[in-house]
């Protein structure tokens, strides 16, 4: 039987990764159509042909097919469907004084630590690695800046973390599931080792031991991968 759900995008975008992290742990079936973004594939799916759209093919038995985009509406659907195992915190969980610190979480990964970590350090370093034409230095002082915002980034993020487990402390959140995808990807660049704070370290080792994430692993930097 086909699954019910498909996701368009490739593994190796961090926003599908996000929401495939969600599906599997959820235990969600789907299948995936793999398109980089800007594919005349990706424009079928996506007014603006970006990365991912969750098609949800039936609804009270009857087949629809419905197009459903943007990261935000697509985990809000997959809460709602799936309300069991929560990714989500209640107020006080955590560390957190109120739960929606959690969202807060998620959208300075999206809106702001997705363009730092990707188009500031991790695609100039592996474009760089690609083309091999740079010599190491030549890439350092192009990402100088990138790397100087990579790190206040990294450090907000550690400082908005519970001081031990995952974000926002013993329960997995859709914070971890949008943050992991960056990192991930960044673990693979000379600059994870060298300006990444002692927390995030101790998080991502947390995060490498959950099946979601090994499941989710094939076709992303992390395994060497390209889109
Ligand atoms: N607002 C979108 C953003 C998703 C996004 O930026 N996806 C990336 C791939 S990880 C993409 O499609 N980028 C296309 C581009 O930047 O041209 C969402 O939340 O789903």
Do not use: C
Not at 36 to 52: E, K, M, N, V
Not at 104 to 132: C, M, N, Q, T
């Amino acid at each position: 039987m086909s699954a019910p759900y498909t996701i368009v995008g490739t593994p190796f975008s961090t926003f599908t990764r996000a929401i495939s992290l969600g599906m599997k742990h959820k235990g969600l079936p789907y299948n995936q159509i793999s398109t980089p973004p800007l594919t005349s594939i990706a424009f079928d799916y996506h007014p603006f042909g970006f990365l991912p759209t969750l098609v949800i093919h039936e609804i009270d038995g009857k087949r629809v097919d419905l197009k459903l985009r943007e990261s935000h509406a697509i985990l809000r659907y997959i809460d709602r469907v799936a309300p069991e195992p929560k990714l989500e915190i209640k107020s006080g969980e955590g560390g957190a004084l109120v739960e929606e610190k959690m969202w807060e979480f998620v959208s300075l990964v999206a809106f702001f630590g997705f363009p730092i970590v990707e188009g500031g350090v991790v695609k100039p370093r592996v474009k760089a690695l690609d083309e091999g034409k740079l010599s190491d230095t030549q890439v350092r002082a192009q990402i100088q800046e990138g790397v100087a915002k990579l790190s206040e980034f990294l450090a907000l993020m550690a400082s908005l973390m519970a001081p031990e487990g995952f974000a926002f402390g013993e329960k997995l959140t859709w914070a971890d599931f949008f943050l992991y995808p960056l990192l991930s990807d960044l673990s693979m660049v000379p600059e994870w080792k060298e300006i990444v704070p002692a927390r995030i370290y101790s998080w991502f080792d947390r995060m490498a031991e959950v099946e979601a994430v090994k499941a989710t692993a094939a076709g992303t930097l992390s395994v060497g991968a390209r889109p």
